[in-house]
């Protein structure tokens, strides 16, 4: 909250709101490991290791992203397992201001959860639907999809899906509302299934789920509002989550040192606070710079590596940067920065 309140207008919450909510993004991810550790398990592409569930906060196109919670499991732990989905929430919302929150720490749609096919279970999107948050979670087509999209096809429902909101139209992407086609006994009220159908990319394997030639896959929110190819493109964000991961692996998430589960556990937390901090470096220091959006391995060899010396003089502290490093400029326009943002709250 301090780190959100230092960004001003550049916080993730700045502009929150039902029409434009803060987006926390779900996703698991499988790390082997190459010796004997406690939980350790085979996982279903026939690795050895962890399988932890991730929450990251999306901070948009303008920027990266910063983890919430990260929930270590053992490699055989289930995709789609609700419980700890729910949890994983939970120990995310717990992470946002209150500001944010409803009474009692529910949710408001201020706040959207987008997960993938795994998220997209009843037991969860109920859940969801009682703590009065905004979802966007992948959603498994029936059996009878083919017939459905036919029926699609005949009504001319299909909409042009879209590039971004800025560059337009997707070439060869189109979606459509299924909902009023579905069964949908058994999931929450208020519950929208968006299908999308895209020809596949050059070399692409085809799939028995198919149409035609076209790949489909779907979507369930609750949304009640909004342009489906705008609805559609804000799901298909989602892969920034992938990009999070990737990050966290780069910082340590991709080895775990330690034997015990609670060791690792710590490990993932250590993790997690390093994350936080290069987010809220780039959120309040960076924030004029490419270098918000730049992945930890950027960072490192461009900013974090740059010579260095700390000399003491007249009883203060004085830092030297090489002149021949190309962003010896960009880390002392942050510093500036980080100080006017502390010296005004």
Same mark, same amino acid.
């Given at each position: 909250e301090?780190?959100?309140a230092?960004a001003g207008e550049?916080?993730?919450a700045?502009r929150?709101?039902?029409?434009?909510?803060?987006?926390?993004?779900l996703?698991?991810?499988?790390?082997?490991?190459?010796?004997?550790?406690?939980?350790?398990?085979p996982?279903?592409?026939?690795?050895?290791g962890?399988?932890?569930l991730?929450?990251f906060l999306?901070?948009?196109?303008?920027g990266?992203?910063?983890?919430?919670?990260l929930q270590?499991?053992p490699?055989?732990?289930?995709?789609?397992t609700?419980?700890?989905h729910?949890?994983?929430?939970?120990q995310?919302l717990?992470?946002?201001p209150e500001?944010?929150?409803?009474?009692?720490?529910?949710g408001?749609?201020?706040?959207?959860?987008?997960?993938?096919?795994?998220?997209?279970t009843k037991d969860?999107?109920?859940?969801?639907t009682?703590?009065?948050?905004a979802y966007?979670a992948?959603f498994?087509l029936p059996?009878?999809?083919?017939?459905?999209?036919t029926r699609l096809?005949?009504?001319k429902?299909?909409?042009p899906?879209y590039e971004?909101t800025?560059?337009?139209?997707?070439?060869?992407?189109?979606?459509?509302e299924?909902?009023g086609?579905?069964?949908? !006994?058994?999931?929450?009220?208020?519950? *929208?299934v968006i /299908?999308?159908?895209?020809r596949? %990319?050059?070399g692409?394997? &085809?799939? $028995?789920t198919?149409?035609?030639?076209m790949?489909?896959?779907?979507f369930a929110?609750n949304?009640?509002r909004?342009?489906l190819?705008?609805?559609?493109l804000r799901h298909?964000r989602?892969?920034?989550c992938e990009d999070?991961?990737?990050?966290?692996?780069?910082?340590g998430?991709l080895?775990?040192p330690l034997q015990?589960?609670t060791?690792?556990q710590i490990w993932c937390q250590?993790?997690q606070l390093?994350?936080?901090l290069?987010a809220?470096m780039?959120t309040?220091a960076?924030?004029?710079?490419?270098?918000r959006k730049?992945?930890?391995?950027?960072?490192r060899?461009r900013?974090f590596e740059?010579p !260095?010396?700390?000399?003491?003089?007249? *009883?203060?502290? /004085?830092?030297?940067?090489a002149? %021949?490093?190309?962003?010896? &400029?960009? $880390?002392?326009?942050?510093?500036n920065?980080l100080?006017t943002?502390?010296a005004q709250?």
């Amino acid at each position: 909250e301090r780190a959100w309140a230092l960004a001003g207008e550049y916080s993730p919450a700045a502009r929150a709101s039902a029409k434009n909510p803060l987006v926390i993004d779900l996703d698991a991810t499988l790390v082997n490991v190459h010796s004997e550790k406690e939980q350790a398990a085979p996982t279903f592409k026939r690795g050895f290791g962890y399988h932890p569930l991730c929450a990251f906060l999306d901070h948009g196109s303008e920027g990266t992203g910063e983890p919430l919670a990260l929930q270590l499991r053992p490699g055989n732990a289930g995709s789609n397992t609700a419980a700890d989905h729910i949890a994983v929430t939970r120990q995310a919302l717990a992470q946002l201001p209150e500001g944010l929150l409803g009474r009692g720490g529910r949710g408001t749609k201020k706040v959207l959860i987008r997960a993938d096919g795994a998220g997209g279970t009843k037991d969860f999107l109920k859940w969801l639907t009682k703590q009065r948050l905004a979802y966007s979670a992948g959603f498994t087509l029936p059996t009878n999809t083919p017939g459905l999209l036919t029926r699609l096809d005949e009504a001319k429902a299909w909409t042009p899906a879209y590039e971004t909101t800025d560059d337009g139209i997707r070439e060869g992407a189109w979606v459509a509302e299924l909902t009023g086609l579905l069964d949908l !006994a058994g999931w929450p009220e208020g519950m *929208r299934v968006i /299908v999308r159908k895209e020809r596949p %990319h050059p070399g692409a394997q &085809l799939r $028995i789920t198919d149409h035609e030639g076209m790949r489909v896959t779907a979507f369930a929110t609750n949304t009640p509002r909004g342009q489906l190819p705008v609805l559609e493109l804000r799901h298909r964000r989602r892969a920034r989550c992938e990009d999070r991961i990737r990050g966290a692996k780069d910082m340590g998430l991709l080895k775990f040192p330690l034997q015990g589960f609670t060791q690792n556990q710590i490990w993932c937390q250590i993790v997690q606070l390093a994350g936080d901090l290069i987010a809220w470096m780039q959120t309040i220091a960076l924030t004029s710079h490419d270098a918000r959006k730049w992945e930890p391995k950027r960072l490192r060899a461009r900013l974090f590596e740059i010579p !260095a010396t700390l000399v003491r003089r007249s *009883r203060q502290r /004085v830092l030297h940067l090489a002149e %021949h490093a190309p962003e010896a &400029l960009t $880390i002392l326009t942050g510093l500036n920065r980080l100080r006017t943002a502390v010296a005004q709250t």
